[in-house]
């Protein structure tokens, strides 16, 4: 049986901890938050709590970091005494691998990990980077924990980690922001607010299991759509005119600049 601790109740941490209840019963996994009312949703779960993070930590086998950023040297401040061949994975976000090494110990096998908020409904993606301490065991075993919030990729370094940040971490809201301005057209033009969402979520939902489940390119699907002189050639023009695919590229670019920063 794989031990885990998991500190930080969060939202992410929750998300975590039930997927690994549900898809890995074997694991034994133990929460450690000092508010009570954080832990009270766990042990609604049937989940283990403590709020102490070293009484979590003390027979893990692997220790989940799913602390806010700010919080990052606080714990690990703590827990670096007691922890020595635990495998330690960090979901916190913005936080380089190599700072994780200086801050718990250049001889532990570290994952970094980089996850966005669909993981709450078992939809995420996570992109993730192993340091040289990280075995093949190892790696599996964290991809198996990951995995139960969504797809996992992997990559080889932190800039990589900080474009992933730019793209599907913060990839969310930028489809929430599509989604609101086309219910925001549709009821420009008299549909109510109810039918309009209904509208587009589906079309959203539909749209991206066309782009997963058909080898055919989203250029190709799009120009499938497109039929010469109609509706939605008229839209497409007008969203080229106004040059909205280098807007998403500069926004996203711009993402990208703010994980770097924020990294050093």
């Known amino acids: 049986m794989t031990h885990i601790a998991l500190i930080g109740g969060g939202n992410m941490g929750f998300a975590l901890a039930v997927g690994v209840t549900k898809a890995l019963p074997d694991h034994h996994l133990n929460v450690a938050d000092p508010i009570a009312s954080q832990r ?37 401040e703590e827990l670096r005494p007691i922890i ?12 380089p691998l190599q700072k994780l ?13 980089m996850p966005n908020t669909p993981a709450l409904v078992g939809e995420g993606i996570t992109g993730m980077l192993a340091n040289a301490n990280v075995s093949n065991e190892q790696r599996s075993l964290a991809e198996s924990i990951l995995s139960v919030c969504g797809a996992v990729v992997w990559f080889e370094s932190d800039d990589d980690l900080d474009k992933v940040t730019a793209l599907s971490g913060s990839g969310p809201a930028y489809f929430f922001y599509l ?48 039929s010469p002189g109609g ?6 023009n007008h969203l080229t005119q106004q040059q909205v695919d280098q807007q998403f590229v500069a926004a996203v670019t711009a993402a990208y600049e703010r994980a770097r920063e924020l990294a050093t």
């Open 84 to 95: 020595d061949d635990q495998l330690v994975i960090s979901i916190a976000a913005g936080t």
């Open 101 to 113: 090494s200086d801050l718990l110990g250049e001889q532990l096998a570290i994952v970094r990990c």
């Open 231 to 236: 509706t939605t050639e008229a839209a497409l």
């Open 40 to 76: 009270e949703r766990f042990d609604a779960e049937g989940i283990a709590t403590t709020s102490s993070n070293t009484d979590a930590v003390e027979d893990a086998d692997v220790v989940v970091l799913a602390v806010k950023p700010q919080s990052i040297e606080i714990v690990t």
């Open 179 to 226: 989604i609101e301005s086309l219910v925001a057209a549709g009821e420009s033009m008299g549909l109510s607010h109810d039918a309009a969402l209904r509208l587009v979520v589906q079309t959203a939902i539909g749209a991206s299991a066309m782009v997963s489940q058909d080898d055919t390119h989203p250029t190709e699907l799009r120009k499938n759509v497109t």
